[in-house]
């Protein structure tokens, strides 16, 4: 046991409930809360041999989760791309205690979080840019960027192996992406196979909720082959990676209530909706 993984949000973009939609998800969400309710996207990585502290991007919910589960200290961020909702969460650094947060991207994202000016001239960081397939050894651990595809995105996205050399642990979290994710990256992510995968799903496996998403999306196909994945596609990642387990994240409100949610996937072996305060350990 050297890894605690705790999901800080598990939601898309708008959260969940989105503020303005009255459908079943969103009104339960603000009737029931946690586990239904979804805040949006991060991971934070605790390396307990040395109680080091590491986020997944920083969401714009990023203070909320923090006081949430009582974080006082982050040593490390590894961002994933350039969208507001993995990034504009960084200013709520600004006037922190930490000397100065290490933070590692590649270099078209750090430079465009850190070029937004304002509050962000203030914030103390030591940047380090990284390359896809290049690992960066921090505190007896590889952190590894491969390249995922979200069109979307001002930069362009990676998502991240973490691994402990000489011991049998590996967990992947790809970020946004849709389906069509370059073949290096699923042979390195895919060999060996992961301990734990996080996997970006927008909408679960409801053939109806993705019927009534089709009608407003210009493009359908594209955004599943190149923006998000859907649980469709999600069956046939999971079959070319082979993880022992499967976390789902970046929900929208799109997707079913949680219990239901739980209720559908019971029928597939090892695969979970992940929620706000979910952790695990490996």
Not at 62 to 88: C, E, K, M, V
Not at 187 to 215: A, G, H, M, W, Y
């Amino acid at each position: 046991m050297s890894l605690k993984i705790t999901i800080l949000g598990s939601g898309d973009s708008v959260g969940t409930p989105k503020w303005d939609c009255h459908c079943e998800t969103c009104e339960t969400a603000r009737k029931r809360g946690i586990p239904f309710s979804r805040t949006r996207f991060g991971i934070l990585i605790e390396l307990l041999d040395t109680n080091k502290r590491i986020l997944i991007d920083t969401g714009p919910d990023l203070r909320s989760q923090l006081l949430t589960h009582n974080i006082d200290r982050i040593d490390a961020i590894f961002f994933t791309h350039g969208h507001y909702d993995h990034q504009s969460g960084f200013a709520d650094f600004y006037r922190t205690r930490i000397p100065a947060v290490e933070i590692f991207g590649t270099e078209e994202t750090l430079n465009y979080i850190l070029s937004s000016g304002g509050i962000m001239k203030s914030i103390r960081y030591k940047n380090q840019e990284i390359l896809p397939f290049h690992p960066i050894e921090y505190d007896g651990f590889k952190f590894t960027a491969f390249p995922v595809l979200h069109e979307t995105s001002p930069t362009k996205p990676v998502g991240y192996v973490i691994e402990k050399p000489g011991h049998d642990i590996k967990l992947v979290i790809t970020g946004d992406t849709g389906f069509n994710i370059p073949h290096k990256s699923l042979e390195f992510i895919s060999n060996p196979n992961p301990d734990i995968l996080i996997v970006d799903c927008f909408i679960d496996n409801q053939e109806d909720t993705i019927r009534r998403f089709k009608k407003f999306v210009f493009d359908f196909d594209f955004f599943r082959s190149s923006n998000h994945l859907i649980f469709p596609d999600i069956l046939e990642f999971i079959e070319r990676v082979k993880p022992k387990e499967t976390y789902l994240i970046h929900m929208s409100h799109l997707c079913a209530p949680h219990d239901q949610l739980e209720s559908n996937l019971k029928k597939y072996e090892h695969i979970k909706a992940a929620y706000d305060g979910l952790t695990m350990i490996l």
